[in-house]
């Protein structure tokens, strides 16, 4: 891997301590990584930067040069990365979060105003959909999960958790009737999702064993927030997150029902991020906002 500025780094402390085995012993390395790091930005420059004889080293012409024009850039990266994820600074920069759009509605518009009161110099950039996406092909920050977690190497902060309901509107209810038990689900259209696995089966608990029932319809869609506005619309009996019904249920604009045989599972929510050693304190100030502020309706 091409590390120029490490290279720019050990010249310095080659310069500065006149010696290989002194600059290995300030930065931690073994005198032979340093002699390889010389030789690479020598080859790298095309010239000799540092004169070697068995009993001194000094730099060349051309290494005085080089030392004078790279050691102000080597400081002012220094004080670059010295700025950033510093405790006492305020957060700064863009923000880029990507959220399935049943929480970035429910859960996240609410209460992003009062993050931008608080971090003004934060720009949030929040991008809504239910596709799973890749945060660095995205250059997303924060990525919003909910549901079980692939193995994806990146750090998770689990935000909470969310109990699953039944639902349907009261305009349906009446209209086909109410089941009063699972098995009478295969009379009715239930409303199902593409992007998820195991999808034609809902669970259940039915004389104190977790049963598995098969649903069936005519109606698939690409987001939690389709299905329920397939749902308020009449179309038919979905299964979604407390949260993202729960200003539904609160509005009468739909009802649960099966409530007798609700197995209690939840899905958990968490908000994924790439971690490093010294986090972006616009970051950082965002996963303490969500732990202190964020309320799952319905949870």
Known sequence: MDNRFGDMQIFLAVAQNGSFAGAARELRLTPSAVSRAIAR?????????????????????????????????????????RGFGHEDEAPRGPLRINSSVPFGT??????????????????????????????????????IRIGPLRDTGLKAK???????????SPG???????PRHPRELAAHPCLQFSFRRSIDTWPFRIDGALV??????????????????????????????????????????LVEILQDCNPGDYEDIHALYVGHRRLASRIRAFLDFLEAELVLPGA
């Open 41 to 81: 930005l020598e080859a790298r420059l095309g010239t000799q930067l540092v004169s070697r004889t068995t009993r001194a080293l000094a730099l060349t012409a051309e290494g005085e040069v080089y030392r004078a024009r790279v050691a102000g850039l080597v400081a002012e990266i220094d004080e670059v990365e």
């Open 212 to 253: 598995q029932r098969p649903i069936e319809g005519a109606f698939l869609g690409n987001s939690g927030e389709v299905v329920r506005m397939m749902a308020v619309a009449g179309g038919g009996i979905a299964r979604l997150g407390r949260f993202h019904v729960a200003a539904d249920l609160a509005a009468g604009r």
């Open 172 to 178: 349906y209810l009446q209209e086909r009737g109410e």
């Open 158 to 168: 689990k935000l909470g958790r969310s109990a699953m309901a039944v639902v349907a």
């Open 106 to 143: 429910q859960c996240l518009l609410p209460i992003l105003p009062r993050f931008q009161l608080r971090h003004p110099g934060v720009t949030v950039n929040l991008a809504l959909a239910d596709t799973l996406v890749d945060l660095v092909e995205e250059r997303a920050d924060i990525a």
